[in-house]
């Protein structure tokens, strides 16, 4: 599985949504997902991904920038270890 | 204030709707016909810590949050939102009324609340603290709140008027449900829902009422009967969850759209003993019975019942004894009191509430609920408790509900059928 799909998974389960409904370059807002909503799947791909998010404020306004964000921490992370 | 309201005329307050979750049933009906039995809500802790206690005992709820909420929901609520929510939901259907958009502009929500979502928190900082991790759930804030249940109520139903949470242990929601009257009858507000939750059965929350020594014991042969109101063998107070909430109206609105009325909320006194940060205080508790009474403008003779405080504390019991002496003179033996804590256990925060409840509830059934387990006579506590057997087929008119807090923070509240008010 994709990034973008774990993603649109752990979306779905979180805020009771359907995986397929959640098109990756609509705005959040759209999709019915609000700022809490996205800082509780935040939590949730920290445990998924292993990854730490960044305390910065990180523009996020779909689902794709969710999933790039996730690319580009567990990159930097494993360039860290590396 | 609108224009049209004469200022300073008080108006009647009416309940007109209730709803309880409790250890002895989560609708009135199974509440009370529960409590008239003589059955206990009360048993061992179901938790996997509860076994290193000493006292693993207390008044759980069965309750399932999926039945209610929606996944995307729950996260948002601790178990004392959820339980203040299911009750306030069964009180504004049972109460028949229609949230418009005018009345929803003049409705408050009152509520008691002990610890908040102490539960929340607890899981939260054991993550912390034990699994090291670096972050906490990012709704531990808003989950943990101690208005998080008023503010929950307010949205769900829509209420734009005043939002209260009152914290003041165990006298909470009797102190939400008296202030909520108030403004009601002040103009505040047309209409409240009233009431509290609590619950707090986590690891720490329980060691900390442990080490505080004033729970009971576990009953060896029969758990359910381990809290003891007003019997010599009691050995402390039992921890119970639930909620109670009330809806409270305007009369004469509630009269123009023909609501069925409960009972007339006639009386609230609070007052504090101003001495001991938890020994209970006669003097503060005479004080906040006699200021109920004359805020009801009635004589002590006429109360039909009274709901008690009575924890099932060594010391507790004797002196809401003596106090009721004191208000009640040569009366006090003619008035049936009972705590049905023995049964549903202490709801901290919910348990003037639900106890309130069951008072109106004998108003409405004309009957009333025992003190169970009392099983010893105490020579300082010779009331007439109900001990044991519940007793129907009485007029009940005019109802006392006790409750007298850790801080000495003390409230009663007295209602009254309406056909008593209308014959006074």
Redesign the interface.
């Known amino acids: 599985m994709s990034t973008l799909d774990t993603v649109q998974q752990i979306i779905a389960d ?3 949504l359907k995986a397929s409904d959640l098109d990756p370059v609509r705005p959040l807002e759209e999709l019915g997902i609000d700022s ?2 996205v ?2 799947v ?2 949730k791909l ?1 445990d998924s991904f292993g990854v ?1 998010m960044p305390d910065e404020r990180v523009p996020i306004r779909t689902v794709q920038d969710i999933a790039d964000l996730v690319d580009r921490l567990m990159s930097e992370r494993d360039g860290a270890r590396g | 204030m609108p224009a049209d309201r004469p200022a300073l005329t008080l108006r009647r307050v009416a309940v007109t709707g209730m709803g309880v979750v409790s250890p002895v049933g989560s609708s009135c009906d199974q509440f009370f016909d529960n409590l008239l039995a003589g059955k206990s809500g009360i048993r061992r802790l179901s938790a996997s810590f509860a076994g290193g206690l000493s006292a693993r005992i207390g008044g759980e709820v069965e309750f399932d949050p999926a039945v209610h909420f929606p996944k995307a929901k729950l996260g948002l609520l601790d178990r004392f939102s959820q339980f203040a929510l299911v009750a306030a939901a069964q009180a504004v259907l049972d109460s028949g009324m229609a949230l418009d958009d005018k009345l929803q502009e003049r409705a408050g929500v009152f509520l008691g609340i002990g610890m908040g979502g102490a539960q929340t928190l607890e899981a939260g900082y054991s993550e912390l603290f034990l699994q090291r991790k670096e972050r906490l759930p990012p709704f531990t804030v808003l989950r943990t709140m101690n208005n998080a249940a008023a503010a929950h109520i307010s949205m769900d139903f829509g209420l734009r008027g005043p939002s209260y949470t009152y914290s003041t242990a165990c006298s909470s929601s009797s102190i939400a449900i008296g202030e909520a009257v108030r403004a009601i009858r002040h103009g505040y507000a047309d209409a409240a829902l009233a009431g509290g939750a609590e619950s707090l059965f986590s690891l720490g929350t329980l060691r900390a009422w442990e080490a505080l020594r004033t729970l009971a014991l576990e009953d060896a042969q029969d758990p359910a009967a381990s809290c003891r109101p007003f019997s010599r063998d009691r050995t402390g107070l039992v921890l119970g969850e639930g909620a109670g909430v009330i809806v409270l109206e305007d009369l004469e609105s509630a009269r123009r759209r023909g609501a069925r009325i409960y009972a007339e909320v006639i009386g609230y006194g609070a007052a504090s003993d101003a001495a001991h940060i938890a020994k209970p205080d006669m003097a503060g508790q005479v004080r906040a019975m006699r200021a109920a009474l004359e805020d009801a403008g009635i004589a002590p003779a006429e109360v039909d019942y009274l709901n008690a405080h009575g924890t099932a504390t060594v010391a507790g019991d004797v002196i809401e004894t003596a106090a009721i002496k004191q208000v009640f003179g040569a009366q006090a033996g003619r008035i049936p009191v009972s705590s049905t804590k023995s049964m549903h256990g202490h709801l901290m925060g919910a348990a003037g509430a639900v106890e309130f409840v069951a008072a109106i509830l004998a108003i409405v059934r004309g009957a009333i609920p025992p003190t169970a387990n009392l099983r010893v006579a105490d020579p300082e506590c010779d009331l007439d408790y109900v001990a044991n057997e519940g007793r129907s087929g009485i007029a009940v008119r005019t109802v006392m509900s006790n409750s007298f807090a850790f801080g000495g923070s003390n409230a009663v509240l007295i209602a009254r059928s309406l056909e008593a008010c209308h014959r006074a």
């Open positions: 979180e805020l009771d809490l909503g800082i509780e935040m939590f920290e730490k």
